[in-house]
C-alpha cells in the first residue's frame, strides 16, 4: 500500500499562488506517474498536472503557462505551483501515482480562488 497525504490548499485571491505538496509513504517500490487531479463543484474529475519517473510532462489546457508540476524522487513528493489564479481554478485537488498500474489517491485538498 502506498499513501499520498497532500497540503498547501486554501483561499486565495484570483490572481494569487498557492503551492500544493503530495507526499508519498508506505511500501513505494517504483511510482511511475505522479500528478494531481481536481474536481470542481458540479464537475468531473479532470487531470490538472502529471509527471512521469522519466521527467516527462503533461498539463491540462487550462493550466498551461501558469501551473508548473515538479517532482523531489527522493522525498517520493510532487509539487503543484499555481500562479495567476482564477476562481474556475476551485475545487479540490487530488494527488495521485501509479504504481505497476495500479493508482493511488490522496484524501484531497480544497482550493478556493475568490473573485
Known amino acids: 500500500q502506498v499513501q499520498l497525504v497532500e497540503s498547501g490548499g486554501g483561499l486565495v485571491q484570483a490572481g494569487g499562488s498557492l503551492r500544493l505538496s503530495c507526499a508519498a509513504s508506505?511500501?513505494?517500490?517504483?511510482?511511475?506517474?505522479m500528478g494531481w487531479y481536481r474536481r470542481a463543484p458540479g464537475k468531473e474529475r479532470e487531470l490538472v498536472a502529471q509527471t512521469t519517473s522519466s521527467g516527462r510532462f503533461k498539463y491540462a489546457d487550462s493550466v498551461k503557462g501558469r501551473f508548473t508540476v515538479s517532482r523531489d524522487n527522493a522525498k517520493n513528493t510532487v509539487y503543484l505551483q499555481m500562479t495567476s489564479l482564477k476562481p474556475e481554478d476551485t475545487a479540490v485537488y487530488y494527488c495521485a501515482a501509479d504504481q505497476f498500474g495500479y493508482n493511488y489517491w490522496g484524501q484531497g485538498t480544497k482550493v478556493t480562488v475568490s473573485s
Open positions: 508506505g511500501r513505494i517500490l517504483s511510482i511511475n506517474n
